[in-house]
């Protein structure tokens, strides 16, 4: 079987693919390419239907908005990722940015390399402890469910989610008390975090009048999907004092540009989605998503498989 990929994956899954299939990143012969390998590249119409015999496109992770899944479905392609493949990398981003806002970690290292602090401990830089505080999130998948158990084992924290498709019961499983609605969510939590996917239903969803349901002082953690979270709207929240802080690890234009007026903002932290990039979660991602498209090419049995 042939293989396209322009991008490398982790090295253990390099060579295990070489091991499978034959491994090409030109379209010089589309006639023999069946599957297709992505991680940060977008899989078009254009692309799909260059490709006669193409039977699989794997993504890395569990994101797979950059794939073209109306046209995949129309040819009959079958699209895989790998679910909870970078779970724990997400989650462990997720409780770092938490601290770092609650205890104002970036800002005071800023303020050290800049013009500095007068005293130690100045008394108007103080914390907030996450003990006893509410983590709310509006997703309850498997990076927010690992975040919610860090947090409610190792600081004490109160776990609320939010997901319309998810029982109160099968919320519990997940280490979540149900909440019926985004606002109900946002108003009792002190951390809010964004663990949906970006489609048109989740577009937007923390925009506007949402903002002046967020209980004072509380943070807000974006590790999902740029989009989601309208970002000027989150600008003139940070800026009327509406929320205290806010970390995004997507954004709409990725990498942020220094234009985004987010960046100007020192209550805010920005980092250029990380979540899943750690040598453990690449390679564990990359080893089982070759699996997943070879077994799909071979007409096996297959983890992964994305609705389409």
């Known amino acids: ?38 991680r940060r590249e977008h899989v078009t119409r254009e692309l799909i239907e260059k490709l006669p015999n193409l039977k699989a496109i794997g993504r890395h992770g569990a994101g797979y908005d950059g794939v073209d899944l109306q046209a995949a479905k129309e040819h009959g392609v079958t699209v895989v990722n790998v679910p909870g493949g970078n779970s724990d990398s997400v989650a462990e981003l997720i409780v770092g940015l938490a601290l770092n806002l609650e205890r104002r970690i970036s800002e005071a290292n800023a303020i050290c390399r800049g013009e500095g602090f007068r005293s130690i401990a100045p008394p108007d830089f103080q914390g907030t402890e996450l003990k006893e505080k509410t983590f709310g999130s509006i997703g309850m998948g498997n990076i927010a469910s690992r975040a919610a158990k860090i947090l409610v084992n190792g600081f004490g924290m109160r776990a609320i989610g939010y997901d319309r498709h998810s029982t109160p019961e099968q919320a519990a499983e997940k280490g979540f008390e149900k909440v019926s609605t985004v606002e109900a969510l946002i108003e009792q939590a002190d951390v ?103 077994h799909v090419i071979k007409g096996e049995p297959a983890i992964g498989i994305v609705k389409t």
């Open 1 to 38: 079987m042939t293989i396209y990929m322009t991008e490398q994956f982790h090295p253990d899954a390099m060579k295990r693919l070489a091991e499978l299939a034959t491994v090409v990143n030109t379209l010089d012969h589309p006639e023999e390419i069946e599957g297709v390998l992505v």
């Open 192 to 294: 809010v975090n964004i663990s949906v996917p970006l489609n048109p239903g989740t577009r937007d969803m923390i925009s506007g009048k949402m903002f002046d349901h967020f209980k004072p002082g509380a943070i807000l953690i974006n590790c999902a999907r740029g989009g989601v979270v309208n970002e000027d709207d989150l600008y003139e929240a940070l800026v009327e004092g509406k929320l205290k802080a806010a970390a995004c690890d997507a954004f709409v234009e990725e990498p942020p540009k220094k234009e985004n007026k987010l960046l100007s903002l020192s209550n805010f932290s920005a980092t250029p989605h990380i979540g899943g990039n750690t040598d453990d979660a690449i390679r564990r991602t990359g080893l089982q998503l070759v699996e997943n498209v070879v």
